[in-house]
C-alpha cells in the first residue's frame, strides 16, 4: 500500500517517476553545499539557497537570524478558507565529515547501483527520461539526516503546482541550522519578532521530518518538534 494513499499521493509519485533526473540533480546540488553544525559560510549557504528554492515556488520565506547563530528558515502557506494549520520541521545542518572515511567526497553526491553494503557500484545520473531504478542509492553527507525531506518537499510543490493541484491547509515551515550541534544556540525569537519560537509553531499538526535513514523509510510520525514546545489544538 503506498505510504501516501490518495490522488494528491498518486499526482506526487508520477511527478517523481516522470522528472527522476531533475529532482536528482536538483537533490544534489542542495547536497554539495557543505552543512556542518556550526555557524560558517556553508550553513549560511544551505539557508539563502533553501529559502531561495522555496521562494521560486511562491511560498513566502524567510531567515531569522540572530549573532552567531545559524539561521532559522520560516515560511508560510496561509489559505483564507482553511480548517487546519500544518507544521513542519526540518534541520538543514549536519555532522562534520572526516574525507579519509568515506569513499568519495562527502559532499559529491554520488549514486550507486544498490547500497554499498550490497555490492553496489557508482554510476552516472539519470539522464532526462531514463527510469528510476528503486534499488539505486545516493550517497553524501545528509543525504538522509536531514536534507532528504527538503528535496521531497520541493518536489511535491513541483507536482502540485505542474497539476493545479491547490493546498487547502495552511503550512509553516520551520528549517533549523543547528540541530545536530544540540541546538544550544538558537536563543529568543530575532529583534522586531514579537512571536516567541513556540507560536512560529503553533498548529493542529506538527511534523519532525529528520532522521531518514534512506529513501524506503517514512519520516517520523507527528511529534512534538523538538526541541521547542509545539501548540497543539485537539482539531484535526
Known amino acids: 500500500m503506498p505510504v501516501f494513499p490518495g490522488p494528491r499521493g498518486e499526482v506526487a509519485r508520477d511527478y517523481r517517476s516522470e522528472n527522476g533526473s531533475a529532482i536528482f540533480a536538483g537533490f544534489a546540488e542542495l547536497l554539495s553545499i ?4 556550526s555557524y560558517n559560510e ?8 533553501i529559502r531561495d528554492q522555496f521562494r521560486e515556488r511562491g511560498i513566502d520565506m524567510e531567515l531569522l537570524t540572530l549573532p552567531d547563530v545559524p539561521p532559522i528558515i520560516f515560511g508560510e502557506i496561509t489559505r483564507p478558507n482553511a480548517t ?17 572515511q568515506w569513499a568519495h567526497a562527502p559532499w559529491e553526491a554520488t549514486l550507486y547501483t544498490a547500497a554499498m553494503e550490497e555490492g553496489g557500484e557508482p554510476r552516472p545520473f539519470p539522464k532526462p527520461g531514463e527510469e528510476i531504478d528503486p534499488e539505486w542509492r545516493l550517497y553524501a553527507r545528509s543525504a538522509g539526516d536531514d536534507k532528504a525531506p527538503i528535496a521531497a518537499l520541493l518536489a511535491v510543490l513541483d507536482a502540485f503546482r505542474e497539476s493545479d493541484i491547490a493546498i487547502t491547509s495552511n503550512i ?7 540541530e545536530d550541534a544540540g541546538s544550544a544556540r538558537r536563543g529568543p525569537a530575532p529583534s522586531g519578532k514579537q512571536k516567541n519560537i513556540a507560536l512560529y509553531l503553533s498548529a493542529d499538526i506538527a511534523t519532525s521530518m529528520t532522521s531518514m535513514s534512506s529513501f524506503r ?9 523538538k526541541p521547542w514546545t509545539v501548540a497543539i489544538t485537539n482539531r484535526v
Not at 487546519?84 to 579519509?100: E, F, M, N
Not at 523509510?217 to 512534538?224: F, Q
Open 84 to 100: 487546519r494549520t500544518l507544521a513542519i520541521y526540518v534541520h538543514y545542518d549536519g555532522q562534520p565529515a572526516d574525507p579519509t
Open 34 to 37: 557543505p552543512n556542518v553544525a
Open 217 to 225: 523509510v517514512r519520516p517520523d510520525l507527528p511529534r512534538t518538534v
Open 172 to 178: 509553516k515551515f520551520f528549517f533549523e541550522g543547528e
Open 42 to 49: 556553508g550553513i549560511g549557504r544551505n539557508a539563502v539557497y
